[in-house]
Structures are given as C-alpha cells and as structure tokens.
C-alpha cells in the first residue's frame, strides 16, 4: 500500500506508472455477472440474505466442486463471506482459542499473521526454501509440533508470494500428518483456477474436515464485490452460522447474485488466465536477459517473486529506486518474509499485456 501511495502521487505529477505492485486483476468481473447486478437493482430492495449466503448461491459453489474437483458437498457446509478475509476471521474464531499456536510458511500473505495476533493465537512461521518448492511439508509441520504443540496449519496453493503450487501427494500428506497430530487444516485456495500447468488440488480431497477459505476475488476478477466463501467441516455449520450473524449479518445480497452469475462464465474467465500466461511467459523470458534471473516456483497465481540480491540488499530501497526511475512499481518482500525479504521482490502480471511487456523493457533498461 505504501508502494502504491507513492506510485500514484507520482501519477499525480504526470508521471507514467506501470502498477505490479497489488495482487488485484486489472480487469472487470464477467459480464454476466455485472448484467446480474444490474438486473436485481432494477428489482428495488437490496436486502439482508441468511447469515451464510442465499441457497442459490450455495448450492452453485457445491455444484462447482462437483464440476472442478468431482466432489460430493453437501450445500448446507458452503458458508458465503464477504471476501476471503471474513472467512479467515470466522475460521480463526470457530477452530482457536486464544493462546494456541498456528503456523503457517514464510514467505507469506502478511494479513494471516496480523489477524492471528489480533485473536491472540501464536503465530509460528516456518522458512520454507528451495527443497520444498517454497511450500510447507508434513516433516516442517511434524517438526514444528513436537516443540510445542499446533493447532492449526495454514497452507496456500498456489501461494502468494511465491506462486507455488503444492503438489497432491504433498497436500496428502500435509493432511495427513495434521489429521494424525489433531491439527486442524486450513487451506487458502483463493488462487485455484489460476496455475499455468498441473491444476491446483483441493485440501477437500485428503481431508474432508479440512476447512477451505476461496474468493471470487481472483480467477472471477471480483475484488472488490468483497465476496467469497468457506467450506466448513461436517457438524460445524451452526458455529460459523451464528459467528456470521453476530459479526456480519450477511454478505451483500448484490454480491451473491453477481458471483452465482459469474460461476457460469467460464470462457471469459479462462480468456483472462491465458492473458495471464502469456504475461508470465515474457516476463520469465525477458528479465533473465536483464540479470534478475532467479524466480520462486510461479506456478500459479499472477505472481513472480524474484532474488534481487545481484543487485541490492535492501529490496524496499530498490523498489523505490525502479518505482521513481523507471516508472514500475513492485512490492518489497519485506512483508512477506520478515527473515529474507530484503532481498527479494514480487510483481504481479495480472495486468494488460502492452502494460506488462512495457514494464520488461523498462526494466530491461533500467538494470543495465
């Protein structure tokens, strides 16, 4: 954010600003989904729906599990959010209790530790590097358990920073250890629909009493619609329900009628993820030309996580220097990895393509 705070105040100046720095899609959510919207405004009263989402709207997000993964979800487990932060705040609420101890990778999304202190949980983070794909594994959970005990695990696939996608038989055997251990597992699946080879697995799979938190946010390019939804395990339904109406009421009802539509918008949505890939690909191409040739995985997401220690050692001086020299503005890992962050920075190519093929020959130039 403060990336963008000073990226826009150079716009304000009549600068050109090419924006890699939000993990934001920089196109509209599906036209079905927009023409829904609009419909229902046209029908007058935008009102309260029941606290976990309309039955329309939860019976589609179980046919989409049907659809995408072969699996058999029972509607009533479906919980709508307003985005997948809500459904961090009621999981972190429904599974923990103050003092306990969760963990999660580092690199990772900054917000998950934040809101585990805000509940008083402890957060342990766990390093995760090269050997593992930059991706926790059942050994770094077990290791870290027989310390002190965990509570929980917090796993992301494909992952943000790193866009690392964990592989089936690793996701098996995180959800093994962590039913064996009596760990409950979170997975963040936000990003799924978005990789750029093997699709991405659903803890659902290894796990049914995992609880999985997604959003329309990403691959349906719905951010700011704040809107998402868990899926909860079998027997909780009523804690998360009244966790709901105590915090939230509902999720907007003009949200979920947009997002039903959008579940059924497929080829506009996969036009958009080829996009996507043809952004990664240039820039996997073009920046190794430029010496910033060391990437994590980037399997999924619209992310690039890169080591910039060739050229610095301090990734948030570096990222101001590419923002106000040459126009681009990419986000310090510092957030991400409070450890090694300093020496690496992430882009997201969720952008147009003339923006993304702009910013490689900027900094093509630029690190000459």
């Known amino acids: 954010m403060d990336v963008l705070s000073a990226a826009r105040r150079l716009e304000g100046e009549g600068r050109s600003v090419i924006h890699m720095e939000i993990g934001e899609p920089s196109f509209p959510a599906p036209k079905a989904a927009r023409e829904a919207a609009a419909q229902a405004l046209k029908g007058g009263l935008i009102g309260y729906t029941e606290a976990l989402g309309r039955p329309s709207l939860r019976n589609r997000i179980a046919r989409h599990y049907r659809d995408a993964y072969g699996l058999d979800i029972a509607p009533e487990r479906i919980a709508v959010t307003i985005g997948s932060s809500a459904g961090f705040l009621l999981a972190f609420l429904a599974l923990f209790n103050p003092g306990e101890r969760v963990a999660i990778s580092a690199p990772g999304y900054p917000p998950y530790k934040t809101m585990l202190t805000a509940f008083g949980l402890e957060t342990v983070e766990i390093e995760t590097g090269p050997d593992t794909r930059w991706a926790l594994d059942a050994a770094a959970i077990e290791a870290a358990h ?3 005990k965990l509570a929980g695990v917090l796993v992301m696939s494909p992952a943000n920073p790193s866009g690392t996608v964990i592989a089936p038989e690793a996701l098996a055997e995180i959800a ?56 909860v395990p079998d027997g909780m339904e009523r804690t998360f329900e009244r966790l709901a109406q105590n915090l939230f009421i509902s999720a907007p009802l003009l949200s979920q009628i947009a997002a039903e539509a959008a579940l059924d918008a497929k080829e506009e949505l996969e036009d958009i993820r080829a996009i996507y890939a043809r952004n990664r690909a240039l820039l996997l191409d073009v920046l190794p030309k430029s010496g910033m040739d060391s990437f994590l995985p980037a399997d999924g997401a ?7 220690a060739r050229f610095t ?6 990222a101001k220097a590419l923002l106000e020299e040459a126009g681009v503005a990419a986000t310090p890992g510092n957030d991400f990895d409070r450890a090694r962050g300093h020496r690496y920075l992430r882009f997201s190519f969720a952008g147009a393509e003339a923006e993304i093929a702009e910013a490689a020959q900027r900094m093509k130039k630029w690190l000459r």
Do not use: P, Q
């Open 146 to 148: 027989a310390k002190a």
């Open 176 to 231: 093994e250890t962590c039913a064996r251990l009596g760990i409950r597992l979170i997975s963040d699946e936000i990003y799924h629909g978005l990789t750029y080879g093997a699709a991405a697995e659903t803890a659902l799979r290894f796990d049914d009493n995992a609880v999985i938190v997604n959003s329309f946010s990403k691959y349906w390019c719905m951010t700011g619609w704040r809107i998402g939804w868990l899926v």
């Open 302 to 308: 619209f992310y690039l996580y890169a080591d910039v």
């Open 313 to 318: 050692n301090d990734s948030v001086a570096f």
